[in-house]
């Protein structure tokens, strides 16, 4: 099979650099066409003649020069101690070097620039409603400039085992390998390519070899499980050779071999604001401001977030006043168990002592229209009660028993403060609202699971309180017999029956609801992996369809994914990909023995994310893994309606794809943004830019690999569009 694949600008084999354009890794032109333009400057517009910048009492501006002149597509950071917790606001450089930063709360400010090509300037200390002009300063070598490229453009650097090697005892093609080392596994949880992740720390301990460290720096911290499960799906040895290799060439001297661009026309135009919540040893998964049916909901309100294996505290940001505070997410059974628990050899940051203690592993939240604050939380342990299992009445328990659960479903009241707690059989990971009349949620199983789609008649419960009544759930069942509705089937190690359906065994790690048909979509992880769409019917314990699209090559591994107001599907691919599939493309039936996943390669798209490829690795596609994708359904954020995103997990950014081009909102600091899903909210729809922005968080569960280290915070992210850099 083969999609449809669309090189984005800046994505072909010059490893990120743009064919058309004629600048450099700093935003500037060649020396030649810099020197002609220098002379018109001096003749017709000196630099002492440029138009000013205008601010406002709560504005900083001024205009940022280098030794060659003014520096374009450079960022303005501006940070602050004063208010109740930490902020920072981040603006981009105009073509002349003018920049603004606006909205700022009274306090004082440290100010300094940022930039590929440059090292961070000294800090300055400004207060809002000043003029200010800011020196750049140039990086002295390759390695300086170095220290300030994205994750990315080091992990590059990894040599993965070319073709010729494979297959191996455990793995049978590159592609199923960069799958585990990328989103499928490795790079899920962190970013690699960090300072952190590049080197090796004496703190490990004396070892023998590069290769030892890698083992033992495996085994460290409360992640222990995952990470040696991990390690286990590759050809371990060889896996820890590769790593080693990759460290030790670093530590040699090695540089990345492509360069990051600065930020070009309206990438510019953004404002980021950056608020510290939660706790130094826990982390964030997610974040939510507002109902994803209706993005006025919960104006100016509160955010909150959900701190998954690390705490049972949720973050909570107030972004009017500039706080951050926490809740407690209860259990319902006392004897739940805490990851606090697990396995581990001592950290080589944080010591032999644990520092996550969560029994409610709280993955994902979703505000509902009533602005209530709805998560996947376990509140009690796996082991299902009766009613879940073999010989219940529960018609979902007739069709497909559970014996064990996980993650459950609650929901937080701000008015009131209170956790209303739901048991589910099915065990859940993400979370979504249909608009249909039972306000139905529907969720993801996620990595594993029992091979269902589970959901909660919200209207039903409201009505009754009935937890178990008010819950249900579906195997996937694909509609071989092609008679349009649901029969009998064969499981997934039987042959097709023609008399029968097929139930197959996948989980759906997202989870999305087609504003278009009412459809659910997930993603199918794994290699190549796929999508899968279920129809309900009437009563979906009995009625659900599925219908399954595996990725064609060159694409593989989707992890998140979101679907438009169209009903065409977005997810991220570990490939290096973007890729939607639109149903309507597909020119054979949809049902019926022969569509049992291969079936519509055409409905398929992909489109090449940013950044530079692996050096052994000749399949189109990035080095960047790619963690979830999203689409603005209402304008949320500034570029139009249904404008899929992109996470940039490796290159401190999130992408629009716009009329097929990838724009790249950068977020450079602190450096490791890592952010796993965004959301969008209008606050003000009257008053353009400014009522209008994304919300997302640092969604690594290893912040202190990131800039800042040990005992800094994650941060909320607010990202806003200007109609140009200097806009108040």
């Not at 992640?223 to 080693?244: P, S, V």
Request: charged share 20%; proline share 9%.
């Amino acid at each position: 099979m083969v999609a449809t694949v669309r090189p984005v600008a800046g994505t072909g084999t010059d490893h990120g650099r743009r064919d058309a354009s004629i600048l450099n890794s700093k935003g500037r032109a060649p020396v030649k066409i810099r020197f002609c333009a220098l002379l018109f400057l001096l003749v017709a517009s000196p630099v002492s003649a440029q138009p000013p910048v205008s601010i406002g009492d709560s504005d900083l501006g001024g205009v940022v020069t280098g030794p060659g002149g003014p520096e374009a597509g450079a960022w303005v950071i501006a940070e602050t101690t004063d208010l109740p917790t930490r902020l920072t606001k981040i603006v981009v450089t105009d073509d002349l070097g003018r920049y603004l930063i606006p909205d700022l709360p009274r306090a004082n400010y440290r100010l300094w620039v940022r930039g590929f090509g440059l090292v961070d300037s000294p800090k300055v200390q400004a207060s809002p409603g000043r003029i200010l002009d800011l020196i750049a300063v140039p990086a002295q070598s390759e390695k300086d400039a170095a220290q300030y490229y994205p994750a990315m453009y080091w992990w590059a650097l990894l040599n993965p085992p070319p073709p010729s090697e494979f297959p191996l005892p455990k793995i049978k093609s590159q592609g199923e390998w960069l799958n585990i080392v990328k989103v499928g596994a490795c790079g899920s949880c962190h970013a690699l390519g960090t300072p952190w992740t590049r080197t090796l720390s004496e703190n490990l301990g004396e070892l023998k070899s590069s290769t030892e460290a890698w083992q033992r720096r495996l085994m460290s911290g409360q992640a222990q499980f995952f990470m040696a499960r991990d390690i286990g799906r590759l050809d371990t040895e060889r896996a820890l050779k590769m790593l080693a290799d990759w460290t030790d060439r670093i530590a040699g001297g090695e540089l990345p071999f492509a360069k990051p661009q600065r930020p070009q026309g309206i990438e510019r135009n953004i404002v980021v604001t950056l608020w510290d919540w939660g706790r130094p040893t826990g982390y964030l998964h997610d974040l939510v401001s507002t109902d994803r049916r209706n993005p006025r909901l919960n104006a100016n309100g509160k955010v909150y977030g959900s701190p998954e294996d690390s705490t049972d505290f949720v973050p909570v940001l107030d972004p009017v006043i500039n706080t951050a505070s926490e809740v407690l997410h209860p259990v319902r059974d006392p004897a739940t168990p805490s990851s606090r628990s697990n396995a581990m050899a001592p950290s080589a940051v944080w010591g032999a002592d644990p520092i996550w203690d969560s029994k409610t592993l709280n993955h994902n939240p979703m505000l509902d229209e009533k602005g209530r604050v709805w998560f996947t939380a376990r509140i009690r342990p796996n082991d299902n009660p009766a009613y879940c299992k073999k010989g219940s009445d529960h018609p979902s328990a007739q069709v497909f028993p559970i014996d064990s659960g996980g993650r459950n479903l609650s929901f937080y009241e701000p008015a009131t403060g209170k956790f209303t707690l739901i048991h589910t059989c099915f065990p859940t990971h993400h979370l979504n609202f249909a608009s249909d009349a039972d306000n139905t949620l529907w969720t993801s199983a996620g990595v594993v699971g029992p091979g269902v789609l589970g959901w909660l008649n919200r209207k039903m419960y409201e009505e009754t309180g009935d937890e178990v009544k008010s819950q249900g759930w579906t195997p996937f069942v694909l509609d071989t017999n092609g008679n349009g509705r649901r029969d009998e089937w064969v499981e997934p190690n039987q042959p097709l029956d023609p008399s029968k359906d097929k139930r197959i065994a996948v989980n759906n790690y997202s989870v999305a609801v087609s504003p278009a048909d009412g459809a659910v979509w997930g993603t199918v992880l794994g290699y190549p992996g796929g999508v899968v769409r279920v129809t309900p019917g009437d009563d979906p314990a009995h009625t659900a369809l599925t219908e399954l699209y595996e990725v064609p090559a060159p694409g593989f591994g989707p992890r998140g994914g979101d679907v438009d107001s169209n009903g065409v599907f977005w997810t991220a691919l570990a490939s290096g990909h973007l890729g939607s599939f639109d149903r309507r493309k597909c020119r054979g039936p949809l049902n019926g023995p022969n569509a049992t996943g291969k079936h519509c390669p055409e409905g398929w798209t992909l489109h090449q994310l940013p950044g530079p490829q692996f050096r052994t690795v000749s399949e189109p596609g990035s080095a960047e893994g790619s963690y979830y994708a999203w689409v603005d359904w209402f304008d949320t954020f500034g570029l139009g309606r249904n404008v899929p995103f992109a996470m940039g997990n490796l290159n401190d950014a999130i992408y629009a794809l716009v009329d097929g081009r990838l724009i790249t909102l950068r977020v450079p600091y602190p450096m490791g943004m890592f952010a796993k899903n965004v959301d969008g909210r209008i606050d003000d729809a009257d008053a353009g830019w400014k009522g209008r922005g994304l919300w997302t968080t640092t969604g690594t569960r290893t912040f202190y690999h990131n800039e800042g280290g040990k005992g800094s915070r994650p941060q909320a992210i607010k990202i806003q569009l200007r109609p140009d850099p200097l806009a108040r």
